[in-house]
């Protein structure tokens, strides 16, 4: 069963226009955390935020913050002001905790962002 | 930051013959490493787990004999594809595991031939 469900596969926002990208997840594991990365044209994986399942408060850096809603088990990330150089494909990840203590992430489908000028 | 260093970048390789892959961890120990791969407009797919010194886990119809994973030290694993065919061409990212973050190397873009 997918754990990390994105479904938007592209979004197209003007320039300057505020954007929401949606996470769902699954899972029974009271701790867990949350990560959403932006892979530009080149491939690179680059961090945006990060959200554990206890912290009380919405993550924030910068632009970028994250609607946390844990009843309804969602993540979603928001980005302020959009620029050009937002253009990118967008993933929502997953720490899954395994026995013995093993940790792996696991990705959603990601959305592919177009900022039009 | 906690740096990845992955090469190569891009790689061309002939049907039938082998291909290594390195991660470097810069500036931190990297006890775990993941190994991804990743289709042109899909998702990251997690090929294996490495942990320095032991064998690694492979993820669920990931051919342990194609895909060799090593992770010899703190500081490098290295993901070396087999007799790769023309099918395994894709894009391959590493990650160290750090705390509770995650650094992704820049991924090499295997293309067979």
């Known amino acids: 069963a997918q754990k990390i469900t994105q479904t938007q596969p592209g979004m197209f926002v003007q320039e300057k226009e505020a954007v929401t990208l949606d996470c769902t997840y699954d899972?029974?594991?009271?701790?867990?955390?949350l990560f959403w990365y932006k892979q530009p044209s080149s491939g690179e994986m680059i961090f945006l935020i990060y959200q554990g399942s206890y912290d009380q408060q919405n993550a924030t850096e910068g632009r970028y913050s994250l609607n946390f809603q844990k009843a309804r088990k969602s993540a979603n990330l928001v980005i302020s002001a959009s620029q050009l150089g937002d253009s990118a494909m967008y993933f929502c990840a997953m720490r899954e905790v395994l026995i013995q203590g093993a940790q792996k992430l696991v990705f959603g489908q990601g959305t592919r962002l177009t900022i039009n000028p | 930051g906690a740096v990845v260093s992955q090469h190569p970048s891009r790689v061309i390789c002939k049907s039938g013959t082998s291909v290594k892959i390195e991660c470097r961890s810069l500036?931190?120990?990297?006890?775990?490493m993941f190994w991804y791969r990743q289709f042109p407009k899909q998702s990251l797919m997690l090929m294996a787990t490495s942990n320095e010194g032991s064998k690694a886990t492979y993820e669920q119809g990931v051919e342990k004999d194609k895909f060799l994973i090593n992770h010899a030290s703190l500081t490098l694993s290295t993901l070396t594809v087999t007799s790769a065919h023309p099918e395994d061409s894709s894009f391959y990212i590493c990650?160290?595991?750090?705390?509770?973050?995650?650094?992704f190397g820049s991924g090499t873009r295997l293309t067979v031939v």
């Open positions: 500036d931190f120990q990297a006890t775990t």
């Open positions: 990650s160290g595991h750090r705390g509770y973050g995650y650094t």
């Open positions: 899972t029974s594991d009271p701790s867990y955390g």
